[in-house]
């Protein structure tokens, strides 16, 4: 079998680093995006295509973005898609890159259920076609020590969750990632429990940071990064960020989430990168960014402080880990 690379991008067309600060100098002088900004060359599928047409069209409306923190450059594309975390696929980093050309994305529809007044199964389309694309340059740690920069396009989760209304009992947000056993090599096996499930609290679900991520880079979502919409919060450890989503479901109870069940002493609710708390294998405190060398030192709350640390305000958070 040959080995599949997504999307099958020649190095030449992927936006290098210079390239991609020109653009965002270029978006700051408030000119619009031009065409040139997305990268051609992509395979896409039509209803890919056309989604990619409407958020050039929304970018141009120019949205909040955030700027790279000094010290802090982007990872490249290469990286950020080679060394993945998505056990659908198997547990080794390459494994994503391998196989995720089974995952279907299309069509994809997201069901919003629970403690919300207008609950739905929307398609993929419909959703995005209400929601203000914005690019956001966030870190994504993961538990094992390694952390990503990567300018994600997505919208927050909150003007989604909004749009269902939910109730005055929505107190927590589960996640819920798609089951296809037949596609997904990862689910034959009992990795974890099937499908992927993870869950926010209500306040952290409807931060402002917190997004849902459909692109990165200026293009479409890569399959291995959680294709065709996705979590990105970027004040946890990355796998709170879950992949694929086809189900959201406002609950009132804590609910369980796939790595709780799989091992509760080493995986918390709440997830915080508190770098003083050690994961029972190994330190917190420093990370290493994937495509430097050495390591550095792990901010509190993944470097989101600032605005996050108010959420957990009076929590122990030893014990809530
Ligand atoms: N459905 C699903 N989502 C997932 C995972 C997974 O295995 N399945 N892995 C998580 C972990 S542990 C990490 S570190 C991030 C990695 O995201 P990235 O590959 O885009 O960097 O995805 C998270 N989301
Ligand atoms: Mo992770």
Known sequence: MPRYRYPAIPESEVTPRELFRQRRRFLKSGAALGAAALAPGLLLSPAAHAWRDGLEARLEESLPRRELADGETLTEFRDATTYNNFYEFGTRKSDPEVYAHRLVTDPWSVTIEGEVDKPGTFALEDILGHQTLEERIYRLRCVEGWSMVIPWIGFPLAELLK????????????????????????????????????????????????????????????????????????????????????????????????????????????????????????????????????????????GYADEVAELYAGMDLDRHF
Request: aromatic share 10%.
């Open 163 to 302: 749009r269902h209304e939910p109730t005055s009992r929505a107190k927590y947000v589960v996640f819920e990632s798609i089951y296809d056993p037949d596609n997904l090599r990862g689910q034959r096996r009992s990795i974890i429990e099937w499908p992927y499930l993870e869950a926010l609290r209500i306040d952290e679900a409807m931060h402002p940071l917190t997004l849902m991520a459909v692109g990165m880079y200026g293009e479409v979502m890569p399959n291995q990064n959680g294709a065709p919409i996705r979590l990105v919060v970027p004040w946890k450890y990355g796998f709170k960020s879950i992949k694929s989503v086809v189900k959201i479901r406002l609950v009132e109870e804590q609910p369980t989430t796939s790595w709780i069940d799989q091992n509760p002493d080493e995986y918390g609710f709440y997830a915080n990168v508190n770098p003083e708390v050690d994961h029972p294998r190994w330190s917190q405190a420093r990370e290493r960014r994937i495509g430097e060398s050495g390591r550095r030192e792990t901010l509190m709350f993944n």
